[in-house]
């Protein structure tokens, strides 16, 4: 029987399809837009309930133009963002987030390094949503999303592990209070949990729950400063006061032996659970077949 030959995809689509031409080009687009999304923020925070919707924007048409990327350019289903089980998948990763965020607070006032006097108004809740939604969003599509799965195309799941954290931390010396220290431990902490989170599921929505609402409850609940950068008071009237290497000082929480140490053991367990449910990915000279 006569079979029908399959005409070759041209030569520029298939240089696209390059996971390094993703990296270049895609990483290149997702990290302009967050980059532009930081001046375009800043101009509604005055408005927070506005800023709030303005970054579910963004991330929407961020979100499109990565999914569109992989559709007609990649030409495969973009299963890392199928919607069937997300809601679960964020919600566990967003509990994740709470409970840890929460404990490195409560390991604070046992030592008696963080206190609060009262409550603010609940209003107080509402400017810590955009940047939780832009910088959870635009991260993880970038960091796991784009330069995660390009390495490890390339080089398998521990080398982009290693290289995907690597990045994400460098990334941090960019925020006005960013230092070599927090850079190093958020590598480490939220660079490993972060991708082993994606590895569990091999979908993002668990990365994005925790991101988002690790800075949520840092900002909006305790009136924590964000990774170096931002400062809001939150629901919390809070003081945190001691050395840096237990509070994180200028840095935020990200910077605290004790979010190391929580947030690293968690990384390194759920690793243990896509380990064992085969979702690593071998590097190339060791694939069969």
């Known amino acids: 029987m006569m079979q ?10 298939r240089i696209l399809q390059f996971p390094l031409t993703r990296l270049i080009v895609l990483g290149g687009i997702v990290f302009y837009l967050m980059a532009r999304s930081d001046g375009i923020m800043e101009r509604f925070k005055d408005t927070p309930v506005l800023a709030a919707a303005v970054a579910i924007a963004l991330a929407l048409v961020v979100i499109a133009i990565y999914v569109a990327w992989g559709r007609l350019i990649e030409r495969r289903a973009v299963t890392e963002l199928s919607l069937q089980g997300a809601g679960r998948e964020w919600a566990i990763g967003g509990l994740i987030g709470i409970m840890l965020y929460t404990g490195c607070v409560l390991l604070l006032m046992v030592w008696g390094m963080y206190r609060f006097d009262g409550l603010n108004p609940l209003s107080y809740m509402i400017p810590g949503v955009a940047l939780a939604v832009k910088s959870s969003i635009f991260e993880e599509l970038l960091f796991r999303g ?20 690597l990045v994400f931390g460098i990334v941090h010396l960019l925020n006005p209070d960013g230092t070599i220290a927090g850079a190093i431990y958020i590598a480490i902490e939220a660079g490993l949990l972060l991708a082993a989170a994606y590895l569990v599921t091999r ?69 243990v659970i896509a380990i064992r449910r085969g979702h690593m990915v071998p590097a190339p000279w060791n694939r069969k077949g």
């Open 4 to 13: 029908t030959a399959v005409p070759a995809e041209p030569l520029w689509l």
């Open 146 to 165: 784009v330069l995660f799965k390009s390495i490890e195309d390339m080089a398998g799941s521990w080398i982009a592990i290693v290289v995907s954290s």
């Open 203 to 271: 979908r993002l929505w668990m990365a994005i729950g925790f991101h988002m609402l690790w800075n949520y409850v840092q900002s909006a609940v305790f009136g924590g400063i964000v990774s170096g950068s931002v400062a809001l008071p939150g629901l919390l009237q809070s003081r945190i006061e001691g050395p840096t290497f237990y509070t994180g000082g200028n840095f935020g929480m990200e910077q605290s032996v004790f979010a190391l140490i929580l947030c690293t053991i968690t990384g390194i367990m759920l690793l």
